[in-house]
């Protein structure tokens, strides 16, 4: 039996925190009996640094809160803890019954098929990434981007911690440069028959020109190139409009709760 679109989408999202794995050093990603757990670079928590997510869906809720406890316990460390609304409801009981709350909801979206190709205006150029220059020009855009969602530019910085390691079969960026200045970018991490859109975003100066949907048309559809049958993302407030106009449709929500680390330990 083939895979639902929404199988499809949900494990690229796995998918993308063993990637997030591979571009941070240092990095732990451990992944056993049903149940993944990334310790980042350092200790800031997060849907892509110091997270655990439930593989196998036959794994008790308990059992997946224990192991995570102790896991990240033994770091000295606080985690996020990812809950899909559709296939960790168990998890949220189990959560809120600790008297913790959910610290962010987020849509997850999909689509079935390419968007139109995006019109490029003069004096922009949209380059793939191709070179660690091009990739760090990402980076340089997306430290800038992100802290209208609370994510300091430093943080960002960490999640990039080897550059080279994007430059990879699994994943294709996009940068969009305005007279020799990288302003906006977006990048795809490929999962088989499925791709996920992630890292889209436009420096300050540049917003509301359009470029960050070109570049996420170009990512969407540099996915279905590659073979996917859905390309998946995680909105954000500020995109999830953007999105819903290309054709992107809510599938599920994914949900991050949050523990904090041993008083004992000083978040190493």
């Given at each position: 039996m083939n895979p639902s679109s929404q199988d499809l989408a949900d494990a690229n999202l796995l998918e993308a925190i063993r990637e997030h794995a591979r571009?941070?050093?240092?990095?732990e990603c451990v992944e056993e009996d049903g149940i993944l757990m990334m310790a980042g670079a350092?200790?800031?928590p997060g849907v892509f640094r110091n997270c655990v997510a439930r593989t196998d869906a036959g794994v008790p809720a308990p059992e997946v809160l224990a192991r995570?406890?102790?896991?990240?316990s033994q770091r000295g460390r606080g985690y996020t803890v990812l809950v899909r609304g559709s296939r960790d409801q168990d998890m949220a009981e189990a959560l809120q019954a600790a008297g913790l709350a959910p610290v962010a909801d987020s849509p997850c979206m999909l689509i079935e098929a390419p968007v139109a190709e995006p019109g490029i205006p003069a004096g922009i150029r949209i380059e793939r990434f191709d070179d660690v220059a091009r990739v760090q020009h990402a980076v340089q855009i997306n430290a800038e981007a992100y802290t209208a969602l609370k994510l300091p530019a430093a943080e960002t910085r960490v999640f990039f911690g080897r550059p080279a390691a994007l430059l990879s079969p699994r994943v294709i960026g996009f940068v969009a440069y305005r007279d020799d200045v990288p302003v906006s970018t977006a990048l795809t991490i490929l999962s088989g028959q499925g791709a996920g859109v992630y890292w889209v975003g436009t420096t300050?100066?540049?917003?509301?020109?359009?470029?960050?949907?070109?570049?996420?048309r170009l990512a969407t559809n540099a996915g279905f190139s590659h073979g996917a049958r859905v390309v998946t993302l995680q909105a954000s407030a500020f995109g999830e409009p953007i999105y819903q106009?290309?054709?992107?449709?809510?599938?599920?929500?994914?949900?991050?709760?949050?523990?904090?680390?041993?008083?004992s330990a000083?978040?190493?």
């Open positions: 571009w941070q050093e240092p990095c350092n200790a800031f995570a406890q102790a896991f990240f300050s100066d540049a917003r509301r020109s359009g470029l960050g949907e070109a570049c996420t106009r290309l054709g992107y449709q809510t599938y599920d929500r994914l949900l991050r709760f949050r523990r904090p680390a041993p008083e000083g978040g190493k």
